[in-house]
């Protein structure tokens, strides 16, 4: 069975801190993606990035940065210098190939950012 | 504008009273997905569509119908609600190519009394 745990529930941290918010998945599969998506206070889910299970090269966007490690299944997000509009709920996702697509997708409990000004 | 909408965006409503959540998208996207969202729990997959007529059960099927007769609409059906399916609701849409990431519309908010 697939699984995602976002072990932390909640976080605060101070303006301008940096953060990592981690995430460990759990599947047999040797394909897979993994993503993440940020739900601000408004509700709508914004797609923050994709990652393939053949490509553990990690990625820095702007202020944001994943680190991909099959050896521990974990796949983490950093957020550098942290921004008041960063506060958020951040879900991690596993998405698993079934049948003709990667139509079953698996989220994380997700973990609350409150940063502070 | 690319877009995945849901309506209603809000209901309150009283058990057993059946009801059809909405949703269509102006993508052509092949795959359409429901997923329902719950404090702790994160979003779980109600159903899900891989393209007109094809529709199979995510991880908490259970008291949902969906239908998918037009490749751009796919209704989230409540025959008989209960309290317990009381949540925020999201639909989603994606191209049988670019599966993941999906597409996801804003919500919509169903209270049951």
Redesign the interface.
């Known amino acids: 069975a697939q699984k ?1 745990t ?1 072990a932390q ?1 909640e976080i605060s941290v101070v303006e301008k801190e940096d953060v990592t918010l981690d995430c460990v998945y759990e599947t047999r599969d040797t394909t897979y ?1 993994l ?1 993440w ?1 940020k739900q601000p206070p408004s ?3 914004v ?1 923050l990035i ?1 990652r393939n299970s053949f490509d553990e090269q990690n990625e820095i966007s702007g202020r944001y940065s994943w680190n991909f490690q099959k050896s521990t299944s974990s796949f983490n997000f950093t957020i550098t210098a942290s921004q008041v509009v960063d506060s958020a709920v951040y ?1 991690c ?1 596993l ?1 698993v190939f079934s ?12 973990t609350s950012l409150s940063v502070i000004p | 504008e690319a877009q995945v909408t849901q309506n209603p965006r809000y209901l309150i409503t009283v058990t057993g009273k059946k009801l059809t959540v909405t949703c269509s998208q102006n993508m052509n996207h092949e795959y359409m997905s429901w997923y329902r969202q719950d404090p702790g729990l994160g979003l779980r997959q109600i159903y899900y569509s891989m393209n007109v007529e094809v529709t199979d059960k995510g991880d908490v099927p259970e008291g949902y119908k969906v239908s998918r007769k037009e490749k751009r609409n796919f209704p989230l059906i409540l025959e008989s609600p209960s309290p317990n399916q009381t949540s925020l609701y999201f639909c989603a849409s994606a191209p049988w190519w670019a599966n993941p990431p999906q597409h996801f519309g804003d919500g919509t908010r169903l209270s049951i009394l």
């Open positions: 995602v976002q529930t993606y993503f998506y509700g709508e889910l797609f994709r879900f996702a998405s049948k003709t697509s990667y139509d079953k997708v698996i989220f994380g409990p997700g």
